[in-house]
């Protein structure tokens, strides 16, 4: 018999209004520890601001936000990152001169110990921290295979690069969900390819991992299971194969495009 499926992350009737119009409207949806869940909607349809609203950034207008079991509709940014929710951003951020490395190595300042006055004055126990952070970023390099790139400006390399730097950022949080926008925009299919394998990998270690994609090739190999969000409501929700022959899918995808 398969283990029950453990919801990390869940999101009940969540609407968010901007002046009286919705953005996002009775949205609910569950991200399982261990699986990729793909989020998926054409321009407009009220993807990125969810994803604010599950990062605390915006207020709710009404529902609930629940990580492992926990309201923390309230919770404000900085307290999410550290009970365990990380992302990516559509648009890459990177510390402006930073190496690979300490972009890396900010990952894992959220989750330190060591006291703001420890470190300043080099104290061991900040030191064997700083050690520890340092050999397990570089543990993240190799797995990336960026290891020969550790001390090259972030901002200096290519597009896929940036996006893998991002993605061991967030991983260096350790987090418990990973919410993943738009991570193989601007890239080749064997680019996107070997970024879904490490996906996989993510949430093979437990990871509840929600993508949120416009790509739909990647985003039917990577997930399985998919929400479809149309002008801020969810219209379908279900495996790939059946969301993607979904009449309403269709619909709002052909509609997209013209
Ligand atoms: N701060 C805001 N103030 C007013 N309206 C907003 C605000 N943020 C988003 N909206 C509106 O909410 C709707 C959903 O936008 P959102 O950016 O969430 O969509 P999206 O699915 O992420 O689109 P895209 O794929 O183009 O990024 C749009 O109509 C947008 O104009």
Same mark, same amino acid.
């Given at each position: 018999m398969n283990a029950p499926v453990q919801n990390v992350l869940q999101?009940?009737?969540? #609407?968010?209004?901007?002046?009286?119009?919705?953005?996002?409207?009775?949205?609910?949806?569950?991200?399982?520890?261990?699986?990729?869940?793909?989020?998926?909607?054409?321009?407009?349809?009220?993807?990125?601001?969810?994803?604010?609203?599950? $990062? =605390?950034?915006?207020?709710?207008? #009404?529902?609930?936000?629940?990580?492992?079991?926990?309201?923390?509709?309230?919770?404000? *940014?900085?307290?999410?990152? @550290?009970?365990? !929710?990380?992302?990516?951003?559509?648009?890459?951020?990177?510390?402006?001169?930073?190496?690979?490395?300490?972009?890396?190595?900010?990952?894992?300042?959220?989750?330190?110990?060591? =006291?703001?006055?420890? /470190?300043?004055?080099?104290?061991?126990?900040?030191?064997?921290?700083? *050690?520890?952070?340092? /050999?397990?970023?570089?543990?993240?390099?190799?797995?990336?295979? $960026? %290891?020969? !790139?550790?001390?090259? @400006?972030?901002? %200096?390399?290519?597009?896929?690069?940036?996006?893998?730097?991002?993605?061991?950022?967030?991983?260096?949080?350790?987090?418990?969900?990973?919410?993943?926008?738009?991570?193989?925009?601007?890239?080749?299919? %064997?680019?996107?390819?070997?970024?879904?394998?490490?996906?996989r990998e993510v949430a093979d270690t437990g990871v509840a991992v !929600?993508?949120?994609?416009?790509? $739909?090739?990647?985003?039917?190999?990577?997930? #399985?299971?998919?929400?479809?969000?149309?002008?801020?409501?969810?219209?379908?929700?279900?495996?790939?194969?059946?969301?993607?022959?979904?009449?309403?899918?269709?619909?709002?995808?052909? =509609?997209?495009?013209?």
């Open positions: 999101l009940a009737n969540v #609407s968010r209004h901007f002046g009286g119009v919705p953005a996002v409207d009775d949205v609910s949806l569950d991200v399982p520890a261990g699986r990729i869940t793909g989020l998926i909607g054409t321009n407009g349809a009220g993807k990125t601001t969810l994803v604010n609203l599950v $990062m =605390g950034l915006f207020h709710l207008s #009404s529902g609930s936000v629940r990580l492992d079991g926990r309201d923390v509709s309230l919770v404000e *940014a900085p307290d999410l990152a @550290r009970a365990g !929710l990380a992302r990516t951003f559509q648009n890459i951020r990177l510390i402006p001169n930073g190496t690979v490395l300490n972009n890396v190595l900010l990952g894992f300042q959220c989750r330190r110990r060591v =006291g703001f006055w420890a /470190e300043a004055l080099a104290l061991p126990g900040a030191r064997a921290q700083e *050690a520890r952070d340092r /050999e397990a970023a570089m543990a993240l390099l190799d797995r990336f295979e $960026m %290891t020969h !790139l550790a001390q090259h @400006r972030g901002t %200096t390399l290519s597009y896929g690069h940036q996006r893998r730097i991002e993605m061991m950022r967030a991983l260096a949080m350790q987090p418990r969900v990973l919410l993943l926008d738009e991570p193989v925009a601007g890239m080749n299919d %064997t680019e996107a390819e070997s970024l879904g394998r490490i996906f !929600l993508l949120i994609e416009h790509n $739909m090739r990647f985003v039917s190999a990577t997930c #399985s299971y998919l929400y479809v969000l149309a002008a801020g409501r969810m219209i379908a929700q279900g495996t790939p194969e059946t969301v993607l022959q979904d009449p309403d899918v269709v619909a709002a995808y052909l =509609g997209a495009e013209q």
